[in-house]
């Protein structure tokens, strides 16, 4: 049988850190709410990666579909797998630190319900984390798919990954590491608190910058993911309101780094990530939302042509929007 973990607010709130009993290799932390269509589809791209001690953490987070019974059966089948259930929808930070807390594996692989990793994903990262201590964290290349299987893009076009000890810097500016794509070391993880749960979109970003101060960043050039691009993802929900947790988030970084950085790569890193940002806005057609970055990136000097071309081209969207609606 499977091992059923059901955790009241009361004893989430009595646990003062995460426990250390390192007893696998890898636990495989998966928040899950109503997934029940393609959990299944990512479990199985775990238990491919050919890894003899391996757990997989399933942490329900108040579903309401079938996301439970399924798998509760899939567990019955394979003893690696262990269920554990949040005692109402928390968000995926506070399911990912149950599934932390309760992870036994020297290292952390971190997966969503709806994504999938390729052959050879963990024994490659495996490979490169386990060659050198200093190592924080690895990753690797992914590709972007539609629901229906169709190729999107590839994950390092866009977004170029930095490697090494200065890759904290990239990751101010935009954010290089999907969430599937990391392995990390759960003793790390573990001093850093885990995720920040006051932090509704941004907190993957947010640990990863927390660990990259700490350690180096290494990213596999291989596509060992399949990062699917889901109409009601979670960025998606929260695209324009993200703005307003994710800024203040880096800020606080940035000012707590600044003795690190010059006065040139302060204002490049907040300029570079308001124009990124502003274009992210404008083409999911928050027209709106993208002018005051665009404004931003335009006084901190980045691309200012651009920057400020793209103000009115926001305007004139914005009202013709408006008029077809």
């Known amino acids: ?44 791209s775990v238990t491919q990666q050919k890894i003899d001690s391996l757990e997989i953490i399933i942490i329900d987070d108040g579903s309401s579909d079938g996301t ?5 059966a899939l567990a019955n089948n394979n003893p690696a797998i262990r269920l554990l259930r949040m ?3 928390g968000g995926v930070s506070a ?13 952390l692989a971190f997966l969503d319900a709806d994504d999938i990793w390729l052959e050879g994903k963990l024994s490659k990262q495996l ?9 924080a ?7 972007f798919v539609s629901e229906s299987g169709d190729f999107l893009k590839e994950g390092h076009i866009n977004r170029p990954p930095v490697e090494g000890t200065d890759a904290w810097k990239t990751l101010l500016i935009y954010n290089f590491l999907p969430t599937p794509t990391v392995l990390t070391r759960r003793n790390l993880v573990v001093d850093l608190g885990g995720f920040d749960e006051s932090l509704q979109v941004g907190e993957d970003l947010d640990l990863w910058i927390k660990l990259a101060l700490i350690g180096k960043v290494r990213v ?4 060992l ?14 695209h324009a309101q993200s703005q307003s947790i994710v800024f203040p988030m880096l800020e606080k970084h940035l000012i707590a780094q600044q003795d690190k950085l010059s006065t040139k790569e302060i204002r490049n890193i907040r300029g570079q990530h308001s124009f990124q940002t502003g274009c992210n806005l404008f083409f999911s057609d928050e027209y709106l939302a993208s002018i005051p970055v665009f404004f931003n990136a335009l006084t901190q000097g980045t691309r200012p042509i651009k920057s400020f071309l793209y103000i009115p081209r926001a305007l004139l969207m914005l009202v013709y929007s408006k008029l077809r609606s």
């Open 68 to 72: 439970v019974d399924l798998c509760i």
């Open 225 to 238: 993911i399949h990062y699917y691009d889901s109409a009601g993802s979670l960025m998606k929900r929260h």
């Open 87 to 89: 005692p109402r929808n």
């Open 127 to 135: 490979a490169a984390i386990t060659s050198d201590d200093s190592i």
């Open 1 to 44: 049988m499977m091992n059923q973990v059901n955790t009241n607010p009361d004893e989430q709130d009595s646990e003062s850190d995460f426990g250390l009993d390192v007893s696998v290799d890898v636990s495989v932390i998966i928040p899950a709410f109503n997934a029940a269509s393609t959990i299944a589809r990512a479990i199985d």
């Open 220 to 223: 596999l050039k291989d596509i």
């Open 95 to 107: 399911a990912r630190n149950m599934g932390i807390r309760a992870a036994k594996g020297k290292y």
């Open 137 to 143: 964290l690895v990753s690797c290349n992914s590709k």
